[in-house]
């Protein structure tokens, strides 16, 4: 294998945590949302408001399907990526998961404070945000519980990541 998917829910860190990944072991840096607005010349935000969530799904779909082809690559996936159609058995067949845990209340207080716009919790106040969270970390976890490493994405410690991971990554 020589392909790491992060996975976790939105908020938990995954693009950051996969830029300092790959410098480590050398490999490429792949944000999967960044792809599909390269590719479809939209931002997610506009792809949920003109095309739809389904049309969004779908588009995520083809961008992931495309990383299988890539070498030596560590890619962030979208917070809902491994949820949807047969994703996460192809995730574990073509590279290693892994899945940054984090309590619904400290995702909500990072997302209350992040930049850019998530268009499933837009206009949402606090309590909303973290009612919606609990509620779809609720549905969602079972898929990312299915990575082969689990980390706390509050305090991740590199070097146990790092060595956890060599073990199945080729050399
Ligand atoms: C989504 C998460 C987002 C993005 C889209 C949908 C989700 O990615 O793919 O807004 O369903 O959780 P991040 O987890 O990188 O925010």
Same mark, same amino acid.
């Given at each position: 294998?020589? $392909?790491?998917?992060?996975?976790?829910?939105?908020?938990?860190? $995954?693009?950051? #945590?996969?830029?300092?990944?790959?410098?480590?072991?050398?490999?490429?840096?792949?944000?999967?949302? $960044?792809?599909?607005?390269?590719?479809?010349?939209?931002?997610?935000?506009?792809?949920?408001?003109?095309?739809?969530?389904?049309?969004?799904?779908?588009?995520?779909?083809?961008?992931?399907?495309?990383?299988?082809?890539? +070498?030596?690559?560590?890619?962030? #996936?979208?917070?809902?990526?491994?949820?949807?159609?047969?994703?996460?058995?192809?995730?574990?067949?073509?590279?290693?998961?892994?899945?940054?845990?984090?309590?619904?209340?400290?995702?909500?207080?990072?997302?209350?404070?992040?930049?850019?716009?998530?268009? #499933?919790?837009?206009?949402?106040?606090?309590?909303?945000?973290?009612?919606?969270?609990? +509620?779809?970390?609720?549905?969602?976890?079972?898929?990312?519980?299915?990575?082969?490493?689990?980390?706390?994405?509050?305090?991740?410690?590199?070097?146990?990541?790092? $060595?956890?991971?060599?073990?199945? #990554?080729? +050399?």
């Amino acid at each position: 294998m020589n $392909k790491v998917f992060l996975m976790g829910y939105m908020g938990s860190g $995954k693009s950051s #945590l996969g830029k300092r990944l790959s410098r480590k072991l050398g490999f490429d840096f792949i944000d999967l949302d $960044k792809l599909i607005e390269e590719r479809s010349n939209m931002s997610i935000e506009q792809i949920f408001k003109e095309k739809g969530e389904q049309e969004f799904r779908l588009l995520e779909q083809q961008a992931l399907h495309s990383c299988f082809e890539l +070498q030596n690559v560590v890619i962030a #996936l979208g917070g809902g990526t491994p949820c949807f159609f047969d994703n996460i058995k192809l995730i574990q067949q073509n590279g290693v998961g892994v899945y940054l845990k984090m309590s619904a209340s400290a995702l909500a207080s990072r997302l209350k404070n992040a930049k850019s716009i998530r268009p #499933l919790i837009a206009g949402m106040n606090e309590i909303e945000v973290l009612e919606f969270i609990q +509620q779809q970390l609720g549905e969602r976890e079972k898929y990312y519980l299915r990575a082969q490493l689990i980390v706390n994405g509050l305090s991740i410690k590199m070097e146990e990541l790092n $060595k956890s991971l060599l073990e199945f #990554l080729d +050399q």
